[in-house]
């Protein structure tokens, strides 16, 4: 039988990197996969078909990374080349190998899938990176002919640090505007060190800032500068705030002390971790010898959960309304979250809130739940099973029901429109599909889509930037014919 063969038939398995063991990652929050080897990155990238052009996992990428070519050069040994092609289209690499959901998106759908497991493509993405940036591998920007413009980007998340790096690359100046005194946005502020280490965003702001991105931190833009100046002084705005305004459970006592909303719970303790100091609005709050439910079943719950377990409480349950195949997080982080000790409760649906005489929590009234109809996104809607009422106990009770697009009055300085959930407004123009109702700026990520994932945030970034170049050279062609 040919090597193809053997792989087809499964003979040749799918081997994952090695993972702290789960009683020692219970105790901190460093990151829990180790790397690969250069001979673990080898044998992993043995296993791929090099399938052609229209390789699935390159088209199910948001950013359309050359997957195969990437696999080929990293089983060559040939780490520099892999580098250079990775950056030609993604900013982040190996942010999106430790992140990115792949069994969702490039894993999800390879041809070795159901024969001996997908290819690791994430690991050896993030092993590539890794290895080149430790041996001192930099952009390259000496060929880089300079423009005249400046552009304003608002957030530091990977959309706007994307949009940065592409018109860096393309010798556009921009200065980011961050409210946060690091870059980073969610990579940094959400998503826990166990899953990213912060080292990791450390060295990207210093090559961002060797390839001139200028960073105004701890600068909101509304408060600390208005968003007229911003237009004012640059020839373009590109706009990638995040989404910000948790979606509530809607049951009474939802304001009662004990019961937390996800994310400021998740930044705060970053911050702890980073050894930030504490934010007075949002303080840190420990969760040490608690009872812990976490409402919701997406990647922001199995972050808390986990954060939750570290943090020393005695015991940590997810609640969520429909089964398990049906929850939108991560398959990895789920399987991760129950090696920690988490428990599961699922097709449970939250009625309500159940307080002290101090009015404390003390836990929460559930009913059990059957699955129903597909709903409008094709997923069974879950239906109450009458008389299945039952109390969970609680010290403390977070809600992870996921995030909606947050107040941005400072937009109508510049005629930005939002649509009615309050998403940035942009497709009006083909020819620039990331341009808002107003002509020179562009708006990406989770506050024109909703909350999503990095990757998507980045290939937003990407794409405005390159509509961004697009433009200025051609108000500059135009500016051109009418001076002669
Ligand atoms: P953000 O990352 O939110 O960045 C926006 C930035 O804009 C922030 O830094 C914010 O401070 C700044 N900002 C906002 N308003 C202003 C203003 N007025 N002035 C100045 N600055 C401003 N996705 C994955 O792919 N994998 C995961 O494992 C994953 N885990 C997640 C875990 C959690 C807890 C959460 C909440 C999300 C997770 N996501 C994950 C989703 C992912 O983080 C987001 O989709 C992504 O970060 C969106 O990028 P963005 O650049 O649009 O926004
Ligand atoms: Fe390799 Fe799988 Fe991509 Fe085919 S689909 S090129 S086997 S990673």
């Not at 039988?1 to 105790?27: N, Q």
């Not at 390879?110 to 993030?126: N, Q």
């Not at 109450?384 to 697009?405: C, P």
């Amino acid at each position: 039988r040919s090597a193809r063969e053997r792989l087809l038939d499964g003979s040749r398995r799918r081997s994952d990197p090695e993972k702290t063991p789960a009683a020692e990652r219970r105790l901190h929050f460093k990151e829990i996969y180790r790397s690969f080897t250069p001979a673990q990155a080898c044998e992993a990238g043995e296993r791929c078909l090099m399938c052609a052009e229209q390789a699935n996992c390159r088209w199910t990428c948001p950013l359309h990374n050359a997957i195969p070519d990437l696999i080929r050069l990293a089983k060559e040994e040939k780490i520099m080349e892999a580098v250079e092609l990775s950056h030609r289209t993604s900013s982040m690499p190996e942010v999106c190998g430790r992140v990115c959901p792949q069994d969702r998106l490039c894993e999800g759908s390879c041809t070795l899938k159901s024969s001996g497991g997908s290819v690791t493509v994430g690991c050896i993405e993030k092993y590539v990176t890794d290895t080149a940036l430790a041996a001192g591998w930099r952009p390259d920007l000496s060929q880089v002919q300079p423009r005249p413009e400046r552009v304003a980007i608002i957030g530091a998340g990977p959309a706007g640090l994307a949009c940065a790096d592409v018109l860096a690359r393309s010798g556009v100046k921009s200065v980011v505007y961050d409210r946060h005194p690091e870059i980073g946005g969610l990579l940094t502020f959400g998503i826990p060190s166990f899953k990213l280490d912060k080292q990791v965003l450390t060295l990207r702001r210093e090559i961002f800032s060797q390839m001139g991105i200028e960073f105004v931190l701890n600068c909101e833009v509304g408060r600390d500068i208005s968003f007229s100046q911003l237009l004012r002084e640059h020839a373009a705005v590109f706009i990638a705030p995040g989404t910000y305004k948790s979606m509530t459970a809607g049951l009474d006592n939802e304001n009662a002390p004990g019961v937390l909303e996800a994310l400021p719970y998740l930044i705060a303790n970053t911050r702890n971790v980073m050894q930030l100091p504490e934010d007075p609005d949002n303080p840190f709050i420990s969760l040490a010898d608690k009872k812990v439910v976490v409402l919701g079943g997406g990647d922001t719950a199995m972050d808390c959960l986990r954060t939750a377990v570290r943090q020393g409480a005695t015991s940590v349950t997810c609640a969520y309304r429909r089964d398990e195949a049906n929850m939108p997080g991560s398959r990895k982080e789920v399987k991760n979250a129950r090696e920690e000790g988490v428990e599961f409760q699922f097709n449970v649906q939250p009625q309500r809130i159940i307080t002290n005489k101090k009015g404390h929590v003390t836990g929460i009234e559930m009913l059990r739940t059957e699955l129903g109809e597909p709903d409008a996104s094709g997923r069974r809607r879950p239906k109450i099973i009458k008389g299945s009422e039952f109390v969970l106990e609680a010290d403390a009770l977070i809600v992870a029901f996921g995030f909606q697009a947050h107040a941005m009055p400072w937009l109508k300085e510049g005629n930005v429109e939002c649509d009615k959930w309050g998403q940035i407004r942009i497709g009006l123009n083909p020819r620039y599909p990331g341009q808002t109702t107003h002509p020179r700026v562009f708006a990406g990520g989770d506050a024109v889509r909703g909350a999503d994932l990095v990757v998507t945030a980045m290939a937003d970034g990407r794409r405005a930037a390159k509509d961004i170049v697009d433009l200025l050279e051609h108000q500059s062609t135009e500016a051109m014919e009418v001076a002669s």
